[in-house]
């Protein structure tokens, strides 16, 4: 059975950091290209970073050079360590892993910035 998990997520003040972790089971997890996705009350969900199977990473505009998107194949996880939060940051985070045949989705993490 596949399993995938967020964490991480929290409450915290414009200016501040927090590391999302995402963990799945079930699956060889080094096959799969992995996304962040946020979405936000009345908005659409969106992709916010994206790591290959093989390491190549892609960011949203609105988090370049503030998120970094890395994976740890050992430990089947996959991580999103965000700096310098804005309230626009706001939303539910969720991880997305893809593979030619198949897609998993997370239940998601609340991140809520406060001004």
């Known amino acids: 059975q596949v399993q995938v998990v967020e964490s991480g997520g929290g409450l915290v003040q414009a200016g501040g950091s927090l590391r999302l972790s995402c963990a799945a089971s079930?699956?060889?997890?080094?096959?799969?290209?992995i996304g962040w996705y946020r979405q936000a009350p009345g908005k659409q969900r969106e992709l916010v970073a994206s790591?290959?199977?093989?390491?190549?990473?892609n960011y949203a505009d609105s988090v370049k050079g503030r998120f970094t998107i890395s994976r740890d194949n050992a430990k089947n996880t996959v991580y999103l360590q965000m700096n310098s939060l804005k309230p626009d940051d706001t939303a539910v985070y969720y991880c997305?892993?893809?593979?030619?045949?198949?897609?998993?989705w997370g239940q998601g993490t609340q991140v809520t910035v406060s001004s």
């Open positions: 079930g699956i060889i997890f080094s096959i799969y290209a």
């Open positions: 997305n892993l893809k593979s030619v045949t198949w897609f998993y």
């Open positions: 790591i290959t199977s093989g390491g190549r990473t």
